[in-house]
Nanobody, 126 residues
Framework: QVQLVESGGGLVQAGDSLALSCVASARTFSSYPMGWFRQAPGKQRDFVAA????????SYADSVKGRFAISRDNAKNTVYLQMNSLKPEDTATYYC???????????????????WGQGTQVTVSS
């Protein structure tokens, strides 16, 4: 079983930046595609960004493209989400997810991820 622990959320004003981190317990982390998703109250869980096992391929939701950046450090078993120019509509609980199928292409589909963190709250005030 893989444990994922997110951190870095908080309350910020529109236009500010936040950096989220997700630390994984698995020794095989470096082979897993990783993703970030978010869920606002009363809404479905939406794709935000994903990164391949090597970090060479990334994918972003249109709503965050150009503002958010996903990266990873396999030596630290950590994936990051740098969020810039935050907007009130970015307010949500942000979840880190891992696809246990090593070396697979990145996916934007939540059901293709097998392990999830507990989430970290991001609130952006106007």
């Amino acid at each position: 079983q893989v444990q994922l622990v997110e951190s870095g959320g908080g309350l910020v004003q529109a236009g500010d930046s936040l950096a989220l981190s997700c630390v994984a317990s698995a020794r095989t982390f470096s082979s897993y595609p990783m993703g970030w998703f978010r869920q606002a109250p009363g809404k479905q869980r939406d794709f935000v960004a994903a990164i391949s096992w090597s970090g060479g391929t990334t994918s972003y939701a249109d709503s965050v493209k150009g503002r958010f950046a996903i990266s990873r450090d396999n030596a630290k078993n950590t994936v990051y989400l740098q969020m810039n120019s935050l907007k009130p509509e970015d307010t949500a609980t942000y979840y880190c997810a891992a696809d246990r199928r090593s070396f697979r292409p990145v996916s934007r589909v939540a059901s293709e991820y097998h392990y999830w963190g507990q989430g970290t709250q991001v609130t952006v005030s106007s």
